[in-house]
């Protein structure tokens, strides 16, 4: 029996896990369940799954939530903060880790998790964008396990040899990182500036937030799953190429020296990332229909357009660098869509607010946290006074 914290249970790829959890009682149990600031979900949750732990980051609703825990009588124990977030993560009777947190606010609670040598299903981004060698450095310096759970690194994941140790030493030439494009790959660049918050959220194949949809459709979360493949897999930026290919059917591609191209396919779905992740080396139930190749009929490719897609373009000059130039782009985009979601920037500014970002804040070297949350934390503040003016 796996005891399993998730981080952002109450996100959608939080929620996916527990569906999943759900459908296995017998292999997994609910240690914690964690939300940023909704209360309701997090006590519904705990309602049905018992956790010894409920911990909302937000501590100004920490007296609510234990107000509501109680009422429902549950049992769960509430906390609060980074320091519950923390505690959650590193606890000795977890075995594993589901870190689902949107944004940078999932970095230390992770690391807490790699350095207490966890099972780590990854789907924060940040983690890797923000700190990707010191991140990597610590999974193996305290030989924690990292499996990812976003689908297009799950992807790849299953598409290298189980025991690799290096990409060249399996004979892996590239990484095909392929993209949706979203819900304006062929919308008229000329129009962009006019789309709202609610065309850009609406992805055409997956069921996600508002923020990462907004990544998706500025293809920023592709920039963002490059710059994390780079670190995840130690691979070259030369070694990865995205692929635009509508369907979301092939989750992404491992091109081999013989002229192998391996795929991994399957219907638009998160649950089976995180089936595959949980139950690993071994395979089990996720809830998702088989795909049905039949009614696929076709599968299309395409090169990304960078004209229409400049914050992948933007993120793919970071991943160039050893330096914290990704830490301050994450920590700009970040900013700026929630700008662009409150109607205060245009869909199109939020490139604009990243690059400018980009080119005011110093990003040196550094494998340190305290200097790394440093310099995100002025990245926001030029990213903000950028939006101001």
Known sequence: MQQITVLGSTGSIGCSTLDVIKRHEQRYQVFALTAHSSVDALVKQCVEFKPQYAVISDGTRLDELQAKL????????????????????????????????????????????????????????????????????????????????????????????????????????????????????SYPVDELKFVTPDQACAHPNWSMGRKISVDSASMMNKGLEFIEARWMFDAQVDQIQVVIHPQSVIHSMVQYADGSTLAQMGNPDMRTPIAHALAWPQRVQSGVKPLDLFSVARLDFEEPDFERFPCLRLAMTAAREDSTLAAVMNAANEIAVDAFLNNAIRFTEIATVVENTMSKVASPVTTDLEEIVAIDAEARVVAKSLITR
């Open 70 to 185: 109680s009422a429902s009588g549950c049992g769960s124990q509430a906390l609060a903060g980074l320091d519950g977030l923390v505690f959650v993560s590193r606890h000795e009777d977890v075995d594993t880790i589901v870190s689902a947190i949107v944004g940078s606010a999932g970095l230390f609670p992770t690391m807490a998790a790699v350095k207490s040598g966890k099972k780590i299903l990854l789907a924060n981004k940040e983690s890797l964008v923000m700190a990707g060698k010191a991140f990597m450095d610590a999974v193996k310096d305290h030989n924690a396990t990292l499996l990812p759970l976003d689908s297009e690194h799950n992807a790849i994941f299953q598409c290298l040899p189980q025991s690799y140790q290096t990409l060249h030493g399996a004979g892996v030439e590239k990484i095909l990182l392929t993209a949706s494009g979203g819900p304006f790959r």
